[in-house]
């Protein structure tokens, strides 16, 4: 009996397994590598906004240090809220050329998804924009570049902006400047990109994050006017260690900026070749970042006679930038070329806005805008898809159009951003104002804007008559 119960119990299964349907596809699962990769990179491109606000407050006067940090601090806070609200759907969801559409907002819809999100518009192939991560985890990592990128344009800004003017133009800007031109060059169906449009290269950022920065800058810098010392009295950096500390953040972040715009770590082919994009990118963004420095160093040695950390630092800053939109589409020995180039042209960029006496306070755009631009054209002139199959070949592997798709996409950043952040300077000035009283900014902006400061020496430990 014990045994026919046993033999009874064993053999249900088996009849069931008889009589069920078809089984049913198993529903498609993010990649764990891919997705850890992607939160990693997310986590660095962050650190980023902190490095930032080191390497500008290390520039400043003492008095102004609190308040230049939290210009980047408070883009942690701003964007990533907005970035939830609308940023994303303005910048990634399918829409127009020129601007996503609403039917993300409040990530409606983005959720932990791999594929078939984009489906419906065109191109049709494109069904979404990372096949192997969740949509969300493409949505965080794609949040740090709209932190960072407003960021940037403190450094032109700083120790003469009101905070809460600020507030409102960074929430302006990264509404109706960066969304859309992030819109334009990543997303499906974008004017500028390879989703469909014209075919600009912009692996990481040159257009979308350092041209649009570096041109809102010189545009903040010319609408705002000169600092009340400015050229007559200003003051040499108030802590060069900070400056060191801020651009070796910058550096060990800017992996997580190039490397991880590959969106995957898995390996892929282009022709007869093997690929793989992120380790290209990692080494091109280091490659860039050391030769750069270099050449900063032995400019600084050769015209002015004693290298600098200063100048070490800005070098290395300026070739992260200009191999940004190159890093996942240009070989080892390129990237060191686009380092070594974009340094010395942004060497004397630096110069050369000295002589024009615009007080960008901090050389935004020499670095971040002209960097940028030079950057940009490079990457037309190095591109092979030898290293990246979903690219294009440049300049020197025969392909000459490309650089004039890419002159056309810097041409438009140019435009957006000019005037883009011109109607937001003219249309806050009008408003609640842009500037601090005259004698707040020669007191300091720490004391005025926060009621604190960052060191204790210029008016809490001041001794008593």
């Not at 408070?74 to 829409?95: D, E, H, K, Q, R």
Request: include cysteine; aromatic fraction near 10%; proline fraction near 5%.
């Amino acid at each position: 009996m014990i045994g026919a119960i046993t033999l009874l119990f064993l053999g249900v299964p088996l009849v069931g397994n008889a009589f069920a349907q078809t089984p049913v596809a198993p529903v498609p699962t993010a990649d764990t590598g891919d997705t850890a990769f992607m939160l990693i990179s997310a986590a660095l491109v962050l650190l980023m906004t902190p490095g930032l606000a080191f390497f500008y407050g290390g520039f400043v006067r003492s008095r102004n240090v609190l308040n230049t940090l939290m210009m980047s601090f408070v883009l942690m806070a701003i964007v990533g809220v907005t970035w939830i609200l609308w940023g994303y759907s303005l910048a990634f969801a399918p829409g127009l050329p020129f601007i996503g559409g609403l039917q993300w907002l409040g990530l409606n819809g983005v959720g932990l998804e791999i594929s078939d999100y984009l489906k419906g518009s065109n191109p049709a192939e494109v069904v979404s924009y990372a096949g192997t991560i969740p949509h969300q985890a493409f949505m965080i990592y794609q949040a740090m570049f709209a932190i960072i990128t407003p960021a940037l344009i403190s450094g032109a800004i700083v120790e003469r902006m009101s905070f809460r003017a600020y507030s409102l133009f960074v929430l302006l800007w990264s509404t109706f400047v960066y969304a859309p031109l992030a819109h334009m060059v990543w997303a499906k169906g974008g004017f500028l990109g390879l989703y469909g449009g014209l075919g600009a290269l912009d692996f990481a950022g040159g257009t979308v994050v350092h041209i649009s920065s570096g041109v809102s800058a010189l545009v903040a810098a010319i609408v705002l006017g000169p600092r009340k010392t400015h050229p007559d009295r200003l003051s040499p950096p108030h802590n060069v260690p900070f400056i060191l500390l801020g651009a070796a953040l910058l550096w060990f972040g800017w992996f997580g900026f190039n490397a991880g715009s590959a969106l995957s770590v898995a390996s892929g082919t282009s022709g007869n070749l093997v690929t793989n994009v992120a380790t290209t990118a990692f080494v091109a963004t280091n490659a860039a970042a050391a030769a750069a420095a270099l050449m900063w160093l032995i400019l600084e040695a050769v015209l002015r006679g004693k290298p600098t950390a200063v100048g070490a630092a800005t070098g290395a800053v300026a070739g992260l930038v200009g191999i940004t939109p190159a890093a996942g589409f240009v070989t080892p020995l390129s990237a060191i070329l686009i380092g070594l180039i974009t340094a010395f042209v942004c060497f004397y960029a630096i110069s050369f806005k000295h002589k024009l006496e615009i007080d960008d306070a901090l050389d935004t755009y020499p670095v971040h805008g002209f960097g940028g631009t030079v950057g940009a054209i490079l990457t037309a002139i190095f591109a092979t898809t030898q290293v990246n199959g979903a690219g294009k070949d440049g300049v020197l592997r025969g392909n000459f159009g490309e650089l004039g798709v890419q002159l056309a996409a810097i041409a438009v950043a140019y435009a957006i951003a000019g005037v883009g952040t011109w109607i937001i300077l003219k249309i806050i000035d009008a408003t609640v104002g842009l500037r601090v009283k005259e004698e707040a900014e020669l007191q300091g902006l720490d004391i005025n804007e926060h009621g604190e400061e960052g060191y204790n020496s210029e008016f809490g430990d001041r001794p008593t008559q």
